[in-house]
């Protein structure tokens, strides 16, 4: 199990220095959903904050 943790975290470091991370602004350009590994799991998104994102 311990070994799993630091698998899991050194994945998450790793994920986040590598730049998987940005903003997906919405149609009216006014709000963006910032995420980290990909858009889709964005939180803000999820529950529809900013209304539906830009094709």
Known sequence: MNKL????????????LSGCSGSVYNKEKNCDYNYL????????????GCGPTDK
């Open 5 to 16: 943790i630091k698998i899991t975290l050194l994945t998450a470091v790793i994920a986040t």
């Open 37 to 48: 590994l990909h858009p889709a799991i964005s939180i803000s998104k999820i529950i529809g």
